[in-house]
């Protein structure tokens, strides 16, 4: 199944031979990410569940061995792979820890030892649990979906899967890295073209994520200062991604 969020690049006529095969949510303009996914899991029946990006690439045996895995561990509600980029390094966010409040703004003051994306570290040589996974490739446990729900619609770019993955381990689902199974992850080219776009809506995500899950957990001023840590890099950062948006 493919939900199309409303494309205009004529990118559905390579689909032709396979229609037969696929069915196509055709959206009249975007809907964002979470809801153009959800609106495609009523149509599925599988007891597995793939969320996958279409800027990506998948060998042959990737559905296999992601499926084996989930299979012969029942406690596992998702799981994702090495996401590769195209130059064949660790792609930020396939393996990342709880983006907690302290642990962002070490982040965003540049103590990236306290950071939570992984990417940089040793990469493990056996399946591990993890905090979260990247939306890019999410291999779901139908169970575990219907357990904790779809995603949150009201994120609309970035930050709904790590909104999902703590979703389903505070239901007690676990979420694995599988650094034995790769794919690649091209990004979308629209996105590199909407930069500022794209990063608007990703700070407004973050926002909304320690809003919806840290503001009666930590004091006032603390989530105050993590707001307006994250507004004030999009702000410091504006001027490098319109220089980035006007060079493509």
């Not at 396979?18 to 495609?40: K, V």
């Not at 597995?48 to 561990?73: G, I, K, R």
């Not at 030892?113 to 493990?124: D, F, H, R």
């Not at 890099?233 to 060079?247: C, N, T, Y």
Request: with cysteine; aromatic share 10%; charged share 25%.
């Amino acid at each position: 199944m493919i939900a199309d969020n409303g494309s205009s690049d004529h990118s559905l006529t390579s689909l032709a031979p396979l229609h037969s095969r696929l069915t196509i949510l055709h959206n009249e303009h975007n809907l964002g990410f979470s809801r153009a996914n959800n609106l495609c899991i009523p149509f599925l029946e599988t007891p597995y569940v793939l969320f996958l990006n279409p800027d990506s690439t998948v060998a042959e045996d990737t559905l296999q061995q992601m499926l084996n895995f989930m299979q012969t561990h029942a406690d596992v509600g998702m799981a994702g792979p090495l996401i590769l980029n195209e130059d064949g390094s660790e792609q930020r966010g396939c393996r990342r820890d709880e983006p907690k409040p302290l642990a962002a703004l070490n982040t965003l003051i540049g103590k990236r030892e306290a950071g939570i994306n992984k990417v940089g570290t040793t990469l493990p040589t056996h399946p591990i649990e993890v905090d979260a996974i990247s939306g890019a490739f999410m291999f779901v446990r139908r169970a575990a979906l219907e357990d904790v729900g779809p995603m949150d619609e009201g994120y609309f770019l970035h930050c709904e899967d790590l909104d999902w993955c703590k979703r389903f381990r505070d239901k007690g689902w676990k979420v694995m890295f599988l650094p034995h199974v790769s794919i690649t992850h091209f990004k979308g080219g629209s996105s590199r073209k909407r930069v500022v776009r794209v990063e608007w809506h990703k700070h407004k995500g973050m926002v909304r994520y320690y809003r919806k899950f840290y503001k009666d957990k930590y004091p006032a001023i603390v989530m105050y200062a993590v707001y307006a840590a994250v507004w004030g890099r999009f702000a410091l950062m504006l001027p490098i991604w319109r220089l980035r948006s006007a060079l493509k």
